[in-house]
């Protein structure tokens, strides 16, 4: 086959992750080394970019700006959460964005997101195809949910396991060592539908002892008189108890059991936007237990922990971002690169490749039996399954103020060819 | 002067820190070193031990689980928030602890703490002299607060500041990548009274786009029409909004910003337990300003992150408790061991001593200049006395799975020989 000759985009899509930017540094330096592709450009704020025309030539930005990207966190090109409609109900955004394709001359997509972003870039595969314009699209999976199907696991999970795993422990200690007071303490992860954050926090526990020593997710209904009884008798065993729990825990009717302590809303996808669920498990402790309780709520910053990220995970974000370029470059469009695991011990992956439309419509839960039997904690198949993904960490740039040193991007634009479009 | 001859004991009182264990090695190891120090006790739990005779030989541990406190957080021989009264309120208790020393010839003690261990140590001193017991008493000086009155800063405090910076960072890139929907976020840190941890914050901000853009402290008045106004000026330049703000931040009239929001609690000491800031903020943003906002609530976390903690920090930690055992050998009582900054650039520091009684009596504070005139946000002075405390890292022992590695004392409990004391 000739090889497709034009320029590439790469964007970046919803909650910012540690290593994304690893993924755009991956597509960003294996796009240089292929003559066909002759732009390299990233889109401002993922999608809303494209519409917008709002485009920087990745050509510009320094080489050491480039490679810094693999030590630096959250979405260096934007990210957005604006979501396209179905393309019956949409049609002009979907077309808008190959008229700026076709403007600028772009060939080659790559698109970093979840299941929404895999859903967007599917689409619009589909009408290029039929509209004759030739263009490359390919998925590359991010988001620390690790809730992607069709993938072993995602780029960006192993990371916020590694620090939710890390502050478990961390806070874990001083929940030990003030027992005779603070006797609770409750870490809340994030994870609206899947609970492998809160899961990663479980592996903290080495020995019985150890924080956290209840764990709860949203794939185990959550029963309010069995917590009680779990918390007392943590508390006869250990004096102490540490809770780590998903954002997104519920009851058996499927009530958001945050929603009891207060506040709610809803992002622009439609999703419940949660957070108090630590505050919630506090009262309950507080008032049904009566022990003194503490909540941490590490929001934003668990999935952007660079100054401690897990080198697996970088490394594979790295990955993922350069195999979608060679495969697309081969010929390969309509696709996500996906993780696949080939042994665990040691262990090692290789990658795969996925339908778009496959992995837009699936989810992937924790299995039943990766939790224990009570539901309040980890078993050794989940153990397996996310230790690896945490191991090495990234090596970062530190200044002499002590303090990480980032990679921003100085973003020279590309001049605007098309109408102006202002809709979101 | 003879030396004295006998046991020591140390213990750890109050909030835990990341270093406090490096203060509790410098002890151990320096101990060891001194002939005339005979047995390296510690109390668990702080003094409560010593009141009930919890007390554990550091002589049955093992080298290496001593030597692993550099890099192990909180508090390994557990803390307490028990407050003795005064002398003339309390005194049983006082002499409770004396006649616990004498049955197991305990003739050096050694309190890891703030200001209230500071008190409790001093009475103790007097109330040996007086009765004719030989003992000698130094204070450790321990908080992450870094309000402690005559040192240039408290070991604990260079470590929260590093977290806690690194944390506004690399939430703040969370901010920059999804300005377009997830504009504002409040970082809600640790700090009564004194604002010196989310002061730390701001030296995060390397240039004026970063993050954090606002730092609030408890020693400026928070007035909530300035706030939004100073939110909507940032968000005129910057499209965003990243907050630092303490816990304990007041109006005018001292009434706590965090009381908004709603639970409050007061812990042993009559202090307030605050913890609503972030939330508290991030309503008002929403509502007074109508962008959607993020709260981070780092909570016992920032005080224990031994994963990036500040070598500067942990290095001066365990120099004051050996510093303590020196002085002790030679016959000092009855004071503290300071920190003295003799140069900023390059920084050095050395250790002094004050009188325990000064050091209980007194807080430091935000000097008022430290800040801007805003009262927004950090100034040069503030970042030049923060920065070389979070200089270089520990290097902490990391396991296969990606985890780090925490020492735990194993805990050999002396014979008790006086009776039972079940007060508090």
Redesign the interface.
Known sequence: MAKLKGNCIVA?SG??TTVINSSLCGVAQEARKHACITGVYAAL?GI?GVLREEIFDLGKEKPSTIAGLRR?????A?????KLRTLEDNREDYERILQVFEAHDIRYFFYAGGNDSMDTADKLSQLAAEGGYELRVMGVPKTIDNDLACTDHCPGFGSVA?FI???S???G??????????TC?V?ETMGRNAGWIAAAGG??Q?DPEDAPHLVYVPEVPFDMNQFVTDVKTVLKKYKRCFITASEGIQDKDGNYIAEIGG?F?K??FGHQQL?GVA?TLR?IVENKVGV?C????????Q??????A?K?DGDEAYRVGATAVKEAVKGTTGKMVTLVRTSNKPYKCTTGLADLMDVANGERKIPRDWMNKEGNHITKKMRDYI?PL????VKIA???????V?ARFKKSFLKKKCSTWDK?
Chains 1, 2 share one sequence.
């Open positions: 970046q909650g910012p704020n809303l630096t966190p959250a979405a260096a934007g990210s957005c959460r604006y590694k795993a890390t502050m422990m961390e806070a200690r001083d929940t030990e060592a003030l027992y005779t007071t603070d303490t870490l592996c903290a080495r506040g809303a992002d622009s957070g505050e009262e003194k503490r909540s941490n709520k590490l929001g934003t910053c999935r952007n922990a660079m100054h401690f897990s697996t230790t945490m191991a090495g960490e530190v200044g002499k103020d002590g303090l990480p980032f979101a």
